[in-house]
């Protein structure tokens, strides 16, 4: 039985007997008296009294949680009279997890909600909650420390439906979520930059923000070395987006369904099925056909291998766009314009970066607050989805 101490982390301990308890196991242990006394170097120790039976708890084993249930004895030392209370190593007075017990909990509630966990290790959400309060810090985990140049990630998602917050990652020379800001305000995430160290501000040298052209415009006021660039993914997302309404009040005026895949899927994704269908709504719908050859020349700009060759064909969209007879590619041509300069810098840098790491994070964020049943408290909310991106290394064991 004593190799049952080796697998939940026990040192220093006895196991008397192991019971089966309600679908769990019970580990019975008991500590060793004392060794050397550390006043007087005496060995002989007398039970000075016993405690009440305490259960520590839980560690799983296989598919059933294992409780430890401890009797703290104290002892006194006949030479010096002083006393002590041996716990297992690793335990501070009071404890009620182990160490593995809490390891378990946080590796659990990095893909689980609170109240999914609590019931398998049968304890109350409010212990696992003042866990997350505990070892998740408020403040940002350490990234100023990693060698080279930096590159950013800003995003922002919806919390409690209405609510917006800013979410930050790393896209190099590391992939990482660097934090969750309270609110989607311009203000915040300047001052979460402000104070920073000129070195550490110095080494962003790229940020892909999303649609929203002031986070780009904050950080560049406060990095003055970083160049901002355009994400593909949410440029085409706008272009979808616009072909899409523009099907739909075409669906409307016509009174009959217009599949909707076929246009905004890239051209080279599809199906000669698709392709047949996309052709004959382009020769009955002029209005679509104009704005679904804007998009592909847009998907196009994205593909050139460098600024120099994505320039011209830039200028030719912004020209092919102004000209269209739907109103749609002139309020189209204005946004594209304003985005140029962003536009043509996705070109220019060496490793084409997008959003798409921040776009996985949002999707697991989405999939962790389906399975709370959404969240009430604004900062337990941030620790938890922090925990959910946390690297294992770091999660205490």
């Known amino acids: 039985m004593q190799s049952i101490t080796a697998v939940l982390g026990l040192d220093q301990v006895v196991v008397r007997e192991v019971v089966e308890q309600e679908c769990r196991w019970v580990v019975i242990v008991q500590c060793p008296p004392p060794g050397p006394c550390p006043h007087c170097a005496g060995t002989r120790w007398h039970r000075h009294g016993r405690g009440r039976p305490r259960v520590v708890a839980p560690a799983g084993v296989g598919l059933r949680p294992v409780h430890v249930r401890w009797t703290p004895e104290r002892w006194r030392c006949a030479g010096c ?19 593995l017990a809490q390891a378990t909990a946080l590796h659990a509630l990095q893909r689980d909600s609170l109240a999914g966990v609590a019931r398998v290790l049968g304890v109350g959400p409010g212990r696992l909650r003042r866990l997350v309060d505990r070892v998740v810090p408020w403040e940002d985990p350490p990234w100023q420390t990693l060698p080279g140049d930096v590159v950013l990630s800003v995003d922002e998602h919806s919390f409690r439906g209405t609510d917006l917050l800013i979410r930050v990652a790393l896209q190099d020379p590391t992939r990482r979520l660097v934090t969750i800001l309270r609110d989607d305000r311009i ?16 080494r ?74 996309r052709d004959a709504l382009l020769l009955r719908y002029p209005a679509l056909a104009a704005l679904y050859r804007l998009q592909e020349d847009l998907r196009a700009v994205f593909r050139c ?12 969209w912004l020209v092919n766009a ?54 009430r408290n604004r900062d337990r909310y941030r620790r938890k989805m922090l925990l959910g991106f946390l690297p294992s290394a770091t999660i205490p064991q």
């Open 81 to 99: 009279g002083r006393t002590a209370t041996p716990r297992p190593a690793g335990w501070r007075p009071g404890q009620r997890w182990t160490p």
């Open 187 to 202: 203000r915040m995430l300047a001052a979460w930059l402000a104070p920073w160290p000129a070195s550490v501000r110095a």
């Open 204 to 277: 962003i040298r790229g940020a892909t923000p999303n649609r929203k052209r002031a986070y780009g415009q904050t950080v560049r006021r406060h990095c003055p070395a970083v160049q901002v660039l355009a994400d593909p993914f949410h440029v085409i997302q706008d272009a979808n987006h616009r072909l899409d309404e523009v099907r739909r009040l075409e669906q409307a005026e016509a009174g009959q369904a217009i599949p909707r895949w076929p246009l905004l899927k890239a051209a080279e994704r599809l199906t000669p099925r698709q392709q047949a269908q």
């Open 305 to 316: 291998a460098t600024a120099a060759e994505a320039a011209p064909a830039l200028s030719r």
């Open 322 to 375: 102004e000209a269209c007879d739907h109103a749609e590619g002139r309020v189209w041509a204005q946004t594209i314009r304003r985005w140029r300069a962003e536009i043509l810098a996705h070109g220019q840098s060496p490793r084409r970066w997008t959003n798409g790491f921040i776009e996985g994070v949002h999707t697991k964020i989405k999939q962790l607050k389906r399975v709370s049943y959404g969240f």
